[in-house]
């Protein structure tokens, strides 16, 4: 049993930020991979931004240098800070995370981010 509580998310002009977090909690202690995936309406989900446990990170080209990942291993969180938001950053923000290599992810219930003048 697992759970993943995504906030942080509302409306922002363009240019402007927020703040995601996801926070697991239930049976798992740990997570080797966490992560954040967005789905805009009529179009497919797709990654935006993975972290090891160790740190490494992953992102997609449409918000490299923009977005930045991190997490607190202690508490299971995970954060994306997105700066320089664009209208077409506009999405539902899911929280993804995996607890072990071969196992089935677990998703957050998403945040919606809606960026417009």
């Known amino acids: 049993q697992v759970l993943l509580l995504e906030s942080g998310g509302g409306l922002v002009q363009p240019g402007g930020s927020l703040r995601l977090s996801c926070a697991a909690s239930?049976?798992?202690?740990?997570?080797?991979?966490m992560g954040w995936y967005r789905q805009a309406p009529a179009k497919q989900r797709e990654l935006v931004a993975v972290?090891?446990?160790?740190?490494?990170?992953n992102y997609a080209d449409s918000v490299k240098g923009r977005f930045t990942i991190s997490r607190e291993n202690g508490k299971n969180t995970v954060y994306l800070q997105m700066n320089s938001l664009k209208p077409e950053d506009t999405a539902v923000y899911y929280c993804n995370a995996v607890a072990r290599l071969g196992t089935n992810a677990y998703w957050g219930q998403g945040t919606q981010v809606t960026v417009s003048s």
């Open positions: 239930g049976s798992i202690s740990s997570f080797i991979v």
């Open positions: 972290i090891h446990r160790l740190g490494n990170t």
